[in-house]
Nanobody, 116 residues
Framework: QVRLVESGGNLVQPGGSLRLSCAAS????????MGWYRQAPGKQREMVAT????????EYADSVKGRFTISRDNAKNTVDLQMNSLKPEDTAVYYC?????????WGQGTQVTVSS
């Protein structure tokens, strides 16, 4: 069992930056691939960024490439999402996800609002 708790969501102006963090419980955090997903009102949940268990492989949605960076610290059981050059269309609830085989865990989400 893995429990995920996101933090860092806030209201920010266009062009600004935010750093989201996801803290995971459990001793086996290192075996899980991690990811950040988001869901805007009226839209389906979509992948934003993922990172492999060891941190050596990352993947980004085209809409965030060059602006967002995912990272993990396996010693601290955390995965972060650095978001720069934020746009109004980045407004959404951001969720942390942990996956390994048939195991699939989600956090409760954190709200990011980009508005002037």
């Amino acid at each position: 069992q893995v429990r995920l708790v996101e933090s860092g969501g806030n209201l920010v102006q266009p062009g600004g930056s935010l750093r989201l963090s996801c803290a995971a419980s459990g001793r086996l955090f290192i075996i899980y691939a991690m990811g950040w997903y988001r869901q805007a009102p009226g839209k389906q949940r979509e992948m934003v960024a993922t990172i492999s268990s060891g941190g050596g492989s990352t993947e980004y949605a085209d809409s965030v490439k060059g602006r967002f960076t995912i990272s993990r610290d396996n010693a601290k059981n955390t995965v972060d999402l650095q978001m720069n050059s934020l746009k109004p269309e980045d407004t959404a609830v951001y969720y942390c996800r942990a996956r390994k085989g048939g195991e699939d865990y989600w956090g409760q989400g954190t709200q990011v609002t980009v508005s002037s």
